[in-house]
């Protein structure tokens, strides 16, 4: 299961030198040069419609970056890749989520139906379950074709696969039949779209 103790903190190590550099060099260049950096995030945000989203305005989330809080943020994101369980035709990890009934179940339970995730919310980070299902209501509302779970307090799923802040994948048969990049730069609902389109032709 994973890196051995001493490789995973030399690994997570390494990966907050990257992270510290990297908000440092943000943090600079945002000072000095706000407009070209400003242009910069546009562009990368422009490319998965983030930056089209009417319901939030670029002054809403372009001064965020490089702050402390984006500085865990990051960091926690990638130290959590760290410990990605999944690849492409492995088996996919069978981790405990919870109904918005409150009923736990596993991954797997939904394998006949195949997935399918429309929207995305905006929420502030939840403390416990009944924050998490709350949260996970703004979801329904929206009327979405699939079952909604959401991930345990250990937050278990979201580890295992790699899924901070938002990632898609297909399972089928058990397997990981697709394993989108990361959003919210990468991720690609059109792929998801097209290869569900193509399973059920
Ligand atoms: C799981 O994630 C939530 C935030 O979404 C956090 O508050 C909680 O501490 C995490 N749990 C663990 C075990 O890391």
Same mark, same amino acid.
């Given at each position: 299961?994973?890196?051995?103790?001493? !490789? %995973?903190?030399?690994? #997570?190590?390494?990966?907050? %030198?990257?992270v510290?550099?990297?908000?440092?060099?943000?943090?600079?260049l945002?000072?000095?040069?706000?407009? #070209?950096v400003?242009?910069?995030?546009?562009?990368?945000?422009q490319? &998965?419609?983030?930056a *089209?989203?009417? /319901?939030?305005s /670029?002054?809403?989330?372009?001064? &965020?970056?490089?702050?402390t809080?984006?500085?865990?943020?990051?960091?926690?994101?990638h130290?959590?890749r760290?410990?990605?369980k999944?690849?492409?035709? !492995?088996?996919a990890?069978? @981790?405990p +989520?919870?109904r918005?009934? !409150?009923? $736990? @179940? *596993?991954?797997?339970?939904?394998?006949?139906?195949?997935?399918?995730?429309?929207?995305?919310v905006?929420i #502030?980070n939840?403390? *416990?379950?009944?924050?998490?299902?709350?949260a996970? /209501?703004?979801?329904?509302a $929206?009327?979405p074709? @699939?079952?909604? +779970? +959401?991930? &345990?307090?250990?937050?278990?799923?979201?580890?295992h696969?790699?899924a901070?802040?938002? $990632?898609?994948y297909? %399972?089928q048969e058990?397997?990981?039949?697709?394993?989108g990049?990361?959003g919210?730069w990468?991720?690609?609902?059109?792929?998801v $779209?097209v %290869?569900l389109?193509?399973? /059920?032709?």
């Amino acid at each position: 299961m994973g890196l051995p103790w001493p !490789g %995973l903190w030399l690994k #997570r190590l390494w990966v907050l %030198l990257q992270v510290a550099v990297h908000v440092a060099t943000g943090k600079v260049l945002l000072t000095f040069f706000p407009e #070209r950096v400003k242009q910069h995030i546009l562009a990368m945000g422009q490319k &998965t419609g983030i930056a *089209n989203n009417p /319901h939030f305005s /670029h002054d809403n989330w372009i001064p &965020t970056f490089f702050s402390t809080q984006y500085f865990w943020f990051v960091l926690k994101v990638h130290w959590q890749r760290l410990e990605d369980k999944t690849e492409l035709g !492995g088996l996919a990890p069978n @981790c405990p +989520v919870v109904r918005l009934s !409150g009923q $736990r @179940c *596993n991954i797997w339970d939904f394998m006949q139906d195949g997935w399918a995730f429309k929207n995305n919310v905006d929420i #502030r980070n939840h403390q *416990n379950l009944q924050e998490r299902l709350q949260a996970a /209501h703004l979801l329904l509302a $929206r009327n979405p074709q @699939c079952p909604v +779970v +959401v991930d &345990t307090m250990q937050n278990q799923s979201s580890q295992h696969y790699a899924a901070l802040p938002e $990632r898609l994948y297909v %399972l089928q048969e058990g397997r990981i039949l697709y394993k989108g990049k990361s959003g919210p730069w990468n991720y690609n609902p059109e792929e998801v $779209r097209v %290869l569900l389109e193509k399973l /059920h032709s």
